[in-house]
């Protein structure tokens, strides 16, 4: 299977607001095709509520590796596409891809290097935990009912993140407008509670507006400034379908700076 990050240098690593990288294309057109065709559907992911709304307006709803590893009614090229990219070897292409813009307390975290750990899918506790957790998982933001609505404002992802990835599968019938995705900066540096679902407004500014395209990748290391969100979704029928790529640690290692860090 190939990887998303199969033409994608360091050359292409975009430094503003925060070391990131948007790749239009990511997949082979033909591969891509065939993937998206076999993308999970809601049901799949969420089995439908009763009534009318059978499911929560603008919400998302998610199928992590390790489920999408058990269940036999999803096509072999889907579950292909997640166990390559939960996989080590594209962890160490990550790795090898932003070598140099990884945070330093991160490195320090993990003695040193994001190398020689113990890595294992993203999944409920066992009795002898990886000190990695890979996660590919297939995600769904429902259709918008009634007002329009934003399904998560300015945020960082969780502190023991090490990276984030986004993989769109925008359906070639979505005509919607909205749900960009929103590069933030700080405006007077990082407050306190940073790890709040959503920050305040007044406390970032929009740097970078990303277009929610089909077969675009935005991937980026976590940091304390990478800060995003997604834009706002008036009414439609449609739902905003995206591959969440992810690495994480059972425990936060992302904290304000001190005055040591800044002046490293």
Sequence with gaps: MTSVLHSVTPADIRLTPFPHIVIDNALPPD?????????????????????????????????????????DDLAPAWQAFIARHSSPAFFEEVVSLFDGHWPQALLDHLGGSLRGHRMGLLQPSSDDPPRLYLDARAEINTPVYGAASVSRGPHLDTPNRLFTGLLYFRAEEDDSTGGELHLYRWKNGPIAGFDTFQLPEDSVEVAVTLPYRANRLVLFPQQIGALHGVGLRPPTPHVRRYVFLTAELAEPWLTLPTDEDRAR
């Design 31 to 71: 591969l891509y095709t065939q993937i998206a065709a076999a993308y999970p559907t809601l049901d799949q992911i969420m089995p439908p509520r009763s009534g009318d709304q059978p499911y929560l307006s603008n919400s998302r709803y998610t199928l992590s590796a390790w489920i999408t590893a058990l269940l």
